[in-house]
C-alpha cells in the first residue's frame, strides 16, 4: 500500500507549483463549465489535484469511457485499500495549495464565488474561458523559461561573490 508522506515527497515539485496547479484547476473548471453550464460546489475543486497528481487516480479517471460514474473510476483502483479514503488523505494534504489556486484564478478575474459555495467562470463563454487558459499556459511557459534563463545569468554572477559577503549585505546568515 502506498504511504501519503512517501506520495508528497515523490512529488514536491509540483506539489508546491502555484501557477501549475491553477492551471490545472481552471482546466478543469473550463471543461466542468462547457459540459453542464453550470456552477461546481467548491468542494468537489479540493480534489482536482490529488487526483490529476497521483499516477494511479489518474490513470483511473483516463482509462476508462468518458460517461462513466466516478466513484466507479475511483473505486476500481487496486494499487491503495481504500481508494476513498485515500484521496479524502490526499484532498486534505492539498488544501492549502488548492485553496491558493483557488484564489489566484479570483484574482485574475477568471473564476468567482456565487452563493458562498459554488464557483463558477466570469464569463457565460466557456471557449472564452478556454482561451483565457490558453493565453495563462503560454504566461506560464515564458516565466518558467525566463526562470531558467536568470539561473544560468546567475550562475555567472554569483560565481564572482562570496557567502560572506552576500551574508554582510543582506543581514541574513542562512
Do not use: W
Not at 487516480?57 to 494499487?79: D, H, P, Q, V, W
Amino acid at each position: 500500500m502506498k504511504t501519503h508522506n512517501a506520495y508528497i515527497k515523490k512529488n514536491t515539485s509540483d506539489y508546491y507549483n502555484i501557477a501549475t496547479c491553477s492551471s490545472l484547476v481552471l482546466s478543469f473548471l473550463c471543461h466542468y463549465f462547457k459540459e453542464t453550464d453550470k456552477p461546481i460546489d467548491m468542494g468537489l475543486i479540493y480534489y482536482i489535484l490529488p487526483i490529476v497528481f497521483s499516477e494511479d487516480y489518474r490513470e483511473a479517471i483516463n482509462r476508462t469511457k468518458r460517461k462513466t460514474a466516478f466513484l466507479y473510476c475511483i473505486g476500481s483502483i487496486k494499487t491503495v485499500q481504500e481508494p476513498l479514503k485515500y484521496l479524502g488523505h490526499l484532498a486534505v494534504s492539498y488544501k492549502t495549495l488548492t485553496s491558493l489556486s483557488i484564489s489566484f484564478l479570483i484574482e485574475n478575474d477568471l473564476i468567482t464565488i456565487v452563493d458562498s459555495s459554488k464557483v463558477s467562470s466570469t464569463t457565460d463563454n466557456s471557449s472564452l474561458l478556454i482561451e483565457r487558459l490558453s493565453r495563462q499556459q503560454k504566461r506560464e511557459e515564458y516565466l518558467i523559461q525566463d526562470r531558467y534563463k536568470a539561473t544560468e545569468k546567475l550562475a555567472i554572477k554569483l560565481q564572482l561573490e562570496s557567502e560572506q559577503r552576500i551574508t554582510s549585505l543582506t543581514g541574513v546568515s542562512l
